[in-house]
C-alpha cells in the first residue's frame, strides 16, 4: 500500500557485461536476449567450439575471467561432479564488488553458504535464485532472510507455453521410441 520509489533504485543493463555459465540451448538464448539489452557477453563452456561463439557474439573466455568481469552472472550447466558448487568462495574473491548473481538452472551449481557471506560483504550487490540446493528451502534458510535476494519456488518451466512443449516433446519421444 505504499509508493516508496526511493527505496527501488535499480542498475541499467547497456553496456553491463553478463557473465554466462554454460552455452547450451538455454545459456545461449540468455545471450541473445541480453545482446537485446546492449549488454556484453562473456561466457565459458569447455563444450563449445569458439567458431560456433563468435557466430553467437559471445567473447568465450576461461571460468575465472568470467568471474572477474561479469557485471552479472548466470548458470545454465547440468548439475555434475564438476558443476557442483562452481560459483564458490573462491569464485566470488575473484568476482567484481556489486555484481550481481542469477540462477535458474539447478540448486548445488552455487554455494549458497558462499552467497549468504558474498553478500552480506558487498561483494554481492544481489542474487535471483530459482532453485536451491534443497528444495523447497527451509524457511529459515539465511538467504531467504536478505533483502538483496529475490526467490522463486523454482518456476522455470511453469508456463503454459512450457507445459506444452514438454508434452510435444514427450509425445514426439514415444513416437519414435515405438
Known amino acids: 500500500g505504499k509508493w516508496e520509489r ?7 543493463l547497456q553496456g553491463k557485461t553478463l557473465g554466462i555459465i554454460g552455452l547450451g540451448r538455454i545459456g ?3 545471450g541473445s536476449r541480453a545482446r537485446a539489452f546492449g549488454m556484453n557477453i562473456v561466457a565459458y563452456d569447455p563444450f563449445i567450439a ?3 561463439a563468435r557466430d553467437l557474439e559471445i567473447e568465450v573466455a576461461s571460468l575465472d575471467d568470467v568471474f572477474a568481469r561479469a557485471d552479472f552472472l548466470t548458470v545454465h550447466t547440468p548439475l555434475t561432479a564438476e558443476t557442483r558448487a562452481i560459483v564458490d568462495r573462491e569464485a566470488f574473491a575473484k568476482m567484481k ?3 550481481r548473481i542469477i540462477n535458474c538452472a539447478r540448486g548445488g551449481l552455487v554455494d549458497e553458504e558462499a552467497l549468504v557471506d558474498a553478500i552480506k560483504s558487498g561483494v554481492v550487490a544481489g ?19 536478505l533483502d538483496e535476494v529475490i ?6 518451466a511453469s508456463t503454459a507455453e512450457a507445459q506444452e512443449g514438454v508434452a510435444f516433446t514427450v509425445a514426439e519421444q514415444m513416437r519414435d521410441y515405438l
Open 6 to 12: 526511493k527505496s527501488f533504485i535499480g542498475v541499467e
Open 28 to 30: 545461449r538464448a540468455v
Open 151 to 156: 526467490a522463486t519456488p523454482h518456476l522455470g
Open 50 to 52: 569458439p567458431e560456433q
Open 127 to 145: 542474487a535471483a535464485l530459482d532453485v536451491f540446493t534443497k528444495e523447497p528451502p527451509p524457511s529459515d534458510h539465511p538467504l531467504l532472510a
Open 97 to 99: 564488488k556489486g555484481v
